[in-house]
Antibody, heavy 120, light 106 residues
Framework: QVQLVQSGAEVKKPGASVKISCKASAYSFSNYYMNWVRQAPGQGLEWMGIINPNGGGTSYAQKFHGRVTVTRDTSTSTVYMEMTSLTYEDTAVYYC?????????????WGQGTLVTVSS | IVLTQSPGTLSLSPGERATLSCRASQSMSSSSLAWYQQIPGQAPRLLIYGTSTRATGIPDRFSGSGSGTDFTLTISRLEPEDFAVYYCQQDGSSVTFGGGTKVEIK
């Protein structure tokens, strides 16, 4: 079972930024697309963006374009998701999820989730 | 592509059959449709991909079908651990999830 290990919970003030990490195995990191998905309290799943294992190209849901950046560190097999200008509506659990090798999905393995709470 | 799931909630008893619907706003490739199960407090788990292929370790009481704009997840006989929320997802045109169907104990 592929294991994706995410960083711990965060509490941020409105207007701040947050950066969450997701550590994968070296094989997964190099061969599979990595996605970010969030889930607000009591709500459904919302896809945010993706990073390509070949070259690190990214793509984002239109809603998050310009406010979310997905990056990676090849030396540690870690993917990051940074979100700026946080509002109360960004309070959610954020998941990384491993996609396919030739396609963006399906999402076969998920991290444990990182709770981000935006509170003044 | 917008995915609409119905019903929002399904109230059934253990042993009953569950039929969950996922309708796409436009025709899509069947290779791009997946289903996930989420138990409260846990990350989602992949059940079905490519419309009808079960993921590793998924019991055969779970099956998927459909084409074009209409897709279905069927649980042939509900076990106690199957009461959860189910999401469909497409990855043929960006990535989107349906709003979910909660399967609850009647």
């Amino acid at each position: 079972q592929v294991q994706l290990v995410q960083s711990g919970a965060e509490v941020k003030k409105p207007g701040a930024s947050v950066k969450i990490s997701c550590k994968a195995s070296a094989y997964s990191f190099s061969n599979y697309y990595m996605n970010w998905v969030r889930q607000a309290p009591g709500q459904g799943l919302e896809w945010m963006g993706i990073i390509n294992p070949n070259g690190g190209g990214t793509s984002y849901a239109q809603k998050f374009h310009g406010r979310v950046t997905v990056t990676r560190d090849t030396s540690t097999s870690t993917v990051y998701m940074e979100m700026t200008s946080l509002t109360y509506e960004d309070t959610a659990v954020y998941y990384c999820a491993e996609g396919g090798s030739m396609s963006w999905g399906p999402f076969r393995s998920w991290g444990q989730g990182t709770l981000v709470t935006v509170s003044s | 592509i917008v995915l609409t799931q119905s019903p929002g909630t399904l109230s059934l008893s253990p042993g009953e059959r569950a039929t969950l619907s996922c309708r796409a706003s436009q025709s899509m490739s069947s290779s791009s449709l997946a289903w996930y199960q989420q138990i409260p407090g846990q990350a989602p788990r992949l059940l079905i991909y490519g419309t009808s292929t079960r993921a590793t370790g998924i019991p055969d009481r779970f099956s998927g079908s459909g084409s074009g704009t209409d897709f279905t997840l069927t649980i042939s006989r509900l076990e106690p651990e199957d009461f959860a929320v189910y999401y469909c997802q497409q990855d043929g045109s960006s990535v989107t999830f349906g709003g979910g169907t909660k399967v609850e104990i009647k």
